[in-house]
C-alpha cells in the first residue's frame, strides 16, 4: 500500500494506489492542526472529557462495536441488551417506575424529534379533529424544538420567560393553550442560562388541559439526578412529577460518553408506540425503527454502557462535585470582573456571562487567540448578546487560567480604538435592509459587511457575529443556510 502520494493538500479524488498507514495517520492528525484541542481543559463547550482511563475504555469498548449494526436486533442481540441496560440506568436516574420506557437514539436532536413525533402521530390517534397542530414551546427551548416542527409541520406557539431568571412564564403557557395544541415543552435546564424551568407548575397545567408535557433534560438528566443523589437542593425535574409524560437526556454529554448517543423516554409504551415506525410496502426487507435512524453502529452504545459500568455513581459523583466546584468558582470570579456579568443564576454548570460596555464578540475572538472558547450567542429581546460556558471534568482545572485571560481579553477589548461598535454596525445594517434595491442587493451589502468571503472559513467571528446579531431572526437564518451552503463547495 505504500506510495509517495502526498496528501498534504486534499486531492478531492479517490487514489488510484492505497496510501501507507503512517501518510494516512499523519494526514488525519495534521487536519487537527487548526481545531480547537478539545483536552486542553480550554473548550468550554462541544466536548466532554471523563478523564484518561475512562476514555479509554470507553475507546476500546466503541471499537469492539464498531461494525456491529443496530438496525436489526435480532441479528446482534447484543445490542438489545446493551440498549435495555442503559434505559434501565437511565430511567432509574430519572425515577421513573417499571411503566416508564424508552430507546436509545444519536443525540438531542434525535431524542426531540422522536418526543415531537410521538406527540404528533398520539394526537393523529387520540384527537383526530386535530388539523393543525400546536406546540406551546417557552422562547428559551433548544433550537431542536423549532425543527421539529419544521419537520413534521407542527405550529409552535412561543412564550416568553422571566428576564431576570431566564425561567418559563407559567401563566404565559397556560394562556397558549388553545384546541390545536397537542405538546408543552420546557427545560432542565434549558442550554443558554443553565437554569431549570418550573416543572411542577407546568406540570399541572398539562395535566388540567389534558396535555402530554415534554421536559428536555438533554444536558441535565444525568448530572442533576446526580446532583440531587449527593444532596444539593434542586427542584423536581424527572418522572416524580406529576404530568410530565415524556423526557429526553443525552449520554453524550453530562454521562461522558463518547458521540453519538442520548436517550429518551416516556409514561408507558402505549406512547412509545407512536414513536416507531414500520413499513413493508416495497421489495425491500421489512423495516421497524424505533427512532429516526435505520443503520447505525453499536460502537455509541457499547462505549456509554463501558463507560457508566467504570465510573459508577461514585465515579460521577466525583465528577459532578468537581465540576459544580468550579462552576462557582467561574461564576463568582466573572461576576467580579468589571464590564462582565453572569445572566441568571444557574442551576448546574452551564451559564452565561455579557458585557456591559463592549462588544461580547469582539471578547470571543481575543479568547479564542489565548487559546480558551467560549461560545457566542445572540441577542434576544432583551437579553443581551453573550457567551456560553458548559463546564465539564476536563475543564474544571482551568478555572484560574480562564479567569485571567477574560481579564486581559476585557482590558485589550476596552482599550482598542478598532473594536467593531454594535450600535454602528445595527445602524448600518438597518440601512442596507432599507435603501437595498433588491434581496439580491441586500445579500451582497450584507455579506461585504459581515466580511464573508465565498468558500472560506473565517479565521475572526466578531464581524460576522455582530452582523448577523443586528438581522432579524428570518435573515440571519437566511445567511446562516447561504453561508453554509457557499462553505460546504
Ligand atoms: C437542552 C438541549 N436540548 C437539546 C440539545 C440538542 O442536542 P444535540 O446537539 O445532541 O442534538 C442540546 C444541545 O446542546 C441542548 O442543550
Redesign the pocket.
Known amino acids: 500500500m505504500a506510495s509517495n502520494q502526498s496528501i498534504q493538500k486534499l486531492s478531492g479524488t479517490l487514489p488510484f494506489e492505497g496510501l501507507a498507514k503512517n501518510e494516512i495517520f499523519d494526514a488525519l492528525d495534521g487536519f487537527k492542526a487548526n481545531d480547537v484541542p478539545w483536552r486542553s481543559g480550554r473548550l468550554l463547550g462541544y466536548t466532554y472529557d471523563p478523564g484518561e482511563d475512562a476514555l479509554a475504555i470507553a475507546h476500546q469498548a466503541y471499537l469492539r462495536y464498531l461494525t456491529e449494526n443496530g438496525l436489526d436486533w435480532t441479528v446482534f442481540p447484543s445490542l438489545h441488551m446493551i440498549e435495555t441496560d442503559l434505559i434501565h440506568m437511565v430511567r432509574d436516574l430519572l425515577r421513573g417506575d417499571q411503566k416508564v420506557v424508552g430507546s436509545v437514539t ?7 424529534l422522536c418526543a415531537v413525533k410521538t406527540a404528533r402521530d398520539y394526537a393523529r390517534a387520540t384527537k383526530p379533529h386535530i388539523t393543525r397542530p400546536e406546540m406551546i414551546l417557552p422562547e428559551t ?4 424544538f423549532h425543527k421539529a416542527c419544521h419537520y413534521f409541520d407542527i405550529k409552535p406557539v412561543l412564550t416568553p420567560y422571566d428576564t431576570e431568571t431566564f425561567r418559563a412564564d407559567v401563566p404565559a403557557i397556560q394562556n397558549a393553550i388553545s384546541e390545536n395544541t397537542i405538546l408543552i415543552v420546557a ?1 432542565a ?3 443558554a442560562q443553565g437554569v431549570i424551568d418550573p416543572i411542577a407548575a407546568i406540570g399541572q397545567v398539562a395535566q388540567a388541559a389534558g396535555l402530554l408535557f415534554h421536559v ?5 438528566g444525568i448530572h442533576l439526578s446526580l446532583m440531587r443523589r449527593m444532596g444539593y437542593s434542586l427542584p423536581d425535574f424527572d418522572f416524580t412529577v406529576p404530568g410530565v409524560t415524556s423526557i ?1 437526556a ?1 449520554l ?2 453530562y454521562a461522558y460518553a463518547p ?2 448517543i ?1 436517550t429518551v423516554f416516556y409514561r408507558n409504551s402505549d406512547l412509545r408506540f407512536h414513536q416507531y415506525f414500520a413499513n413493508r410496502r416495497n421489495t425491500c426487507y421489512a423495516l421497524v425503527n424505533p427512532a429516526v435512524l435505520s443503520t447505525k453502529s453499536g460502537g455509541p452504545y457499547a462505549a456509554a454502557w463501558a463507560l457508566m459500568q467504570y465510573l459508577g455513581e461514585s465515579g460521577y459523583r466525583r465528577i459532578v462535585q468537581k465540576v459544580q466546584d468550579a462552576t462557582e468558582n467561574f461564576v463568582a470570579g466573572i461576576n467580579r470582573i468589571d464590564g462582565l456579568r453572569v445572566l441568571g443564576k444557574p442551576d448546574m454548570c ?1 451559564f452565561s456571562f455579557t458585557a456591559d460596555d463592549f462588544n461580547i464578540f469582539e471578547l470571543a475572538d481575543r479568547i479564542r487567540g489565548k487559546g480558551f472558547y467560549m461560545q457566542p450567542q445572540f441577542t434576544h429581546g432583551p437579553t443581551p448578546a453573550n457567551l456560553h460556558i ?1 463546564m465539564e471534568w476536563g475543564c474544571a482545572d482551568s478555572v484560574d487560567a480562564g479567569l485571567e485571560v477574560l481579564r486581559e481579553a476585557t482590558a485589550e477589548v476596552r482599550a482598542d480604538k478598532s473594536a467593531i461598535n454594535l450600535s454602528t454596525i445595527r445602524a448600518r445594517v438597518v440601512e442596507i435592509l432599507t435603501t437595498s434595491k433588491s434581496p439580491d442587493q441586500v445579500e451582497a451589502n450584507l455579506r461585504e459587511l459581515a466580511g464573508l468571503t465565498s468558500g472560506q472559513l473565517p479565521t475572526k467571528m466578531a464581524r460576522i457575529n455582530s452582523v448577523l446579531d443586528a438581522l432579524p431572526d428570518e435573515l440571519t437564518e437566511y445567511m446562516l443556510c447561504d453561508f453554509m451552503n457557499k462553505v460546504f463547495v
Open positions: 444519536s443525540g438531542g436532536t434525535e431524542s426531540i427551548a433548544h433550537g431542536a427545560s435546564p434549558g442550554y428536555d433534560a438533554c444536558v441535565g429526553s443525552d453524550h454529554k458521540k453519538n442520548s452551564m458548559s
